[in-house]
């Protein structure tokens, strides 16, 4: 068992806390660090946290996890405002702080676990530079953006006995594990697919060669409805991150919020850029189709054998906001997957790979998945 027990020293502990205990968080760190004296630690604050079948949510709550990881290398890394943003990293500036493949030798790179500060990093540009130092594989970086804070300074994250309030921390892992991923969206695309003819970095300003805000227009008349009360949660955009697929749907876009909308210019402006050339669709937040992919995604992972723990990083979109209860992530999962033991938490961005990259999701459940490696079989 991956699970670590009282009479066997973990080698990484995870721990999330709610902001109502930020201020201790280092002395509820310290604690376990004393009656279980892991080997590595990985830690932040959050808006909820989430344990075994239950996410605690508006609610003062602690969740912990702890890991014995026989045969498995961990290499703790951080990054902090000083470094600049990703966008400036070079590949060696990364392997210096990151441990990549080869560096292990022979032991096979199994993924990142990475926690974000949303205030003082992009953690989607960091994701892409972590692929790109790892080679045609990619990192496989598995996480979340801390939560819970409403401006700079006010987030807690931790690796090992490094604590800040900013940037990224985070473990390279190495070795005889292996983590599986599922990413469930939690939202369906809506109207036609659309090709952005002009845009201002993240300003949208045309689709289809028309104002952005008049597309968004007809797309709503397009709505049936019961279609339309959705919409009250706010207006999403789906960015396609593989628009050479011959046909796109739920599954294939990364959710963007429209956060502004120029009226006088007909533009929409979302959370990150959006290149010229980009294939985008509305979307909308439908708490039917987040359940039916989850439940999909789900029945996959159990044509192998059950997980022997999980992390789990939910949207803080979802849960009672999305679902109209709590423990609809965390219940579901932990009744498919034979009741692994799991943490996590309700994250203002959702990390997690798909195909060869990583990306920085949002309205998303993404789970890593700790499984014993597969035996290897000779001819």
Known sequence: MLRATSQVRPDLLVMFGSFHHRALFSDALE????????????????????????????????????????????????????????????????????SLPPDEGALPHRGVLMLADPFSIHAGQACAALDAAAGPQGARVFGGLASGASHAGLNVLAVDRRLTHEGIVGLSLFGDVEIDCVVSQGCRPVGPCFVVTKARGAEILELGGRPALDAAKAMVEMLTESERPM???????????????????????????????????????????????????????????????????????KLRDPPAAALLFSCNARGSHLFGAADHDAGFISARLEQPPLAGFQCSGEIGPLGRHSYLHTQTASLALFRAPRPVSYR
Do not use: N
Request: aromatic content about 6%; proline content about 6%.
């Open 31 to 98: 604690t376990l660090r004393s009656e279980l004296h892991p080997a590595h630690v990985l830690a932040c604050t959050a808006e909820s946290v989430i344990a075994g079948g239950r996410e605690i949510e508006r609610s003062a709550g602690l969740s912990a996890i702890a890991l014995s990881l026989p045969g498995v290398v961990a290499r703790p890394f951080s990054f902090e405002l000083a470094d600049g943003p990703p966008a400036v990293w070079s590949e060696g500036f990364i392997r210096e702080r990151v």
């Open 231 to 301: 919409l009250g949660q706010g207006l999403l955009v789906g960015i396609a991150y593989d628009a050479t697929k011959p046909r796109l749907g739920r599954g294939d876009f990364l959710v963007r919020p429209v956060l502004s909308v120029d009226a006088v210019h007909g533009t929409l402006s979302v959370s990150d850029a959006v290149p010229v050339g980009t294939t985008v669709q509305f979307q909308i937040r439908d708490a039917a189709t987040a359940h039916d992919d989850l439940a999909l995604l789900l029945s996959a992972q």
